[in-house]
């Protein structure tokens, strides 16, 4: 009784220092808030499309331009300038996610059968819209060469349907799982929230410790009780409920404002996201007492946490990375909360295939609450012989 009594003492005590600081309120809730609106808005289009292409059409055919009105007609692809001169396009290069260069002749070519080469020029420099520019240039070229390959069997009087079986050896069907539209913000979003989230956790739990130290008032805390449980618990906790509070709202709210898929497995998700909030509370909290400077134990926090979404594998898989890297990763919450989320969310994963990812993090949350409350019941044994 005496100890829960002292726990609540703590608690009242944790959450007015907590709400006293304006700035880490604003941080700490407006940040989510305000990164989870801003990536959201940004990739609302979800997908990329109308990526300006540049023709240097030689040729200036009926048939060059019925492959420049097929580009320009492509869902990804809109076509800004056509020339017959490579210098009317030559200093506006870079501005172009590709060129395509149709020959002089190349009609002609086509008809006599003597395979001209039409030149694709992707600009690099994005290699996100500069692969779906590619991918809609090569689609509108890969159909109108087939067409044209079935038009001149058919001309030569083989019938249509004969012509097209000989042209094509088999047909292709593709079917997209998962993220069937290859929507961007359905792929980017949660990863990014996620590394939000962890970032401002770590900035919050860089103060909570530190800021005793700095302030010389761990000693306010032993006089309320010398039981390093207690102590920990009542650091620990407040900020454990608040971080699940925030995700909790951040998914009812934003989700269905940017219209991201619910997963229908949503307690795998609730517990996935507590024990995430749980291991960073635990490590907040360690740095926070190793470090006794409020400055040292947010740029370490910090210093942890940017790199965190490069390392956890969302974007780059980790099989790609060098093994030291992937050590590193596998000590960072974000990697494995990141993995699992992926599957919670995408394959409606159940428990039992989170179930690796939730160890991973338990092991770094207990690893640090071990470590925090032997230094902790040394901290308050040291007040007692003071005492």
Not at 27 to 40: D, N, Q, R, T
Not at 146 to 161: D, N, Q, R, S, V
Not at 252 to 266: A, I, V
Request: net charge negative; charged share 15%; aromatic share 12%.
């Amino acid at each position: 009784m005496k100890e829960l009594k002292a726990f609540y003492t703590l608690v009242k005590r944790e959450l007015r220092m907590f709400f006293k600081n304006d700035v880490l309120i604003a941080v700490f809730f407006g940040a989510p808030i305000f990164f989870g609106l801003l990536v959201g808005y940004t990739y609302q289009q979800a997908s990329v499309k109308d990526l300006s292409i540049a023709v240097i059409d030689h040729d200036n055919s009926p048939l060059s331009h019925k492959i420049i009105d097929a580009l320009d007609e492509n869902f990804y692809l809109s076509v800004n300038q056509v020339s017959s001169k490579e210098d009317d396009i030559k200093d506006d290069l870079p501005s172009f996610e590709a060129i395509v260069r149709i020959p002089d002749g190349f009609e002609g070519d086509i008809n006599y059968k003597r395979h001209p080469h039409i030149q694709v020029e992707v600009n690099g420099a994005n290699m996100i819209t500069g692969n779906y520019a590619n991918i809609g240039i090569r689609t509108v070229l890969g159909t109108l060469n087939a067409g044209i390959e079935i038009l001149g069997l058919h001309k030569t009087g083989i019938p249509l349907e004969t012509a097209k079986q000989q042209w094509e050896a088999f047909s292709i069907d593709d079917t997209r799982y998962f993220n069937a539209t290859s929507n961007y913000l359905t792929f980017i979003w949660p990863g990014i929230i996620g590394a939000v989230m962890q970032q401002v956790f770590l900035l919050a739990m860089a103060l909570t410790f530190s800021k005793e130290h700095e302030e010389n008032t761990f000693g306010e805390i032993s006089k309320i009780t010398k039981n390093p449980l207690t102590v920990f618990f009542s650091k620990a906790i407040p900020y454990w409920l608040i971080g699940i509070a925030l995700w909790i709202g951040l998914q009812l709210t934003l989700f269905p404002l940017f219209k991201l898929p619910m997963p229908s497995n949503y307690g795998v998700l609730l517990i996935l996201t507590s024990v995430f909030i749980l291991s960073l509370t635990c490590l907040g909290i360690l740095v926070s007492w190793l470090l006794p400077s409020q400055l040292k134990a947010t740029e370490v926090l910090m210093v942890i946490s940017t790199p965190s979404f490069i390392l956890s594998g969302f974007t780059w898989p980790l099989e790609a990375m060098p093994e030291w890297i992937q050590h590193i990763s596998s000590v960072i919450p974000l990697t494995h909360f990141l993995h699992a989320l992926r599957k919670v969310l995408h394959f409606n994963a159940d428990m039992q295939s989170v179930l690796p990812d939730i160890q991973n993090m338990l092991v770094i949350t207990l690893f640090s609450a071990i470590v925090m409350l032997f230094l902790l019941f040394k901290k308050l044994k040291k007040k007692v012989e003071i005492n």
